[in-house]
């Protein structure tokens, strides 16, 4: 089985997110979208298959969004795409991608949702969150 997550190992949910997956006794294909961005195409397969628009994948924190002037409604989504694949910081993540499906993992116990194996037993996020407790429920 294949499961793939778009990841930037500087960002927390990123990481936590790849932690969920391994818990699910996976070992995902690590993109780092960074070093390693989507083709034009691949990014847009990604947006279609989780129902999204390009804007809406669209990061603002940390990004040159606010100096593009990317709040600006005048950008289509062909353009949106241009500025992503010219800067793939603006390229919200992670992205993962299951057999089950493609989701944008914001949170990260999202993915949870896409796992093939979401029993995953505790977790708990670097921050201290707890997303599975020790009973196996998901805490929401």
């Known amino acids: 089985m294949t ?5 930037n190992p500087a960002c927390g949910t990123s ?6 997956i391994r818990q699910s006794g996976e070992e995902p294909q690590v993109i780092e979208y960074l070093k390693t961005p989507p083709s034009r195409e ?7 298959a989780m129902a999204m628009t390009p804007r809406q994948l669209l990061r603002e924190k940390g990004t040159p969004y606010a100096e593009l002037g990317l709040g600006d409604p005048k950008w289509s989504d062909d353009e949106i795409l241009d500025f992503m694949l010219a800067h793939p910081i603006l390229i919200n993540r992670p992205i993962v991608v299951t057999p089950l499906g493609v989701v944008l ?7 949870l949702d896409i796992l093939p194996n979401p029993d995953i037993g505790p977790f708990t996020k670097e921050d201290g969150e707890v997303v599975v407790d020790a009973g196996g429920k998901r805490v929401v």
């Not at 499961?3 to 990841?7: F, N, V, W």
């Not at 990481?15 to 969920?20: F, G, P, V």
């Open 15 to 20: 990481r936590n997110t790849l932690a969920i």
């Open 3 to 7: 499961i793939t997550i778009y990841h």
């Open 105 to 111: 993992a914001r949170p990260s116990e999202a993915v």
């Open 42 to 48: 691949k990014l847009v397969e990604l947006i279609a």
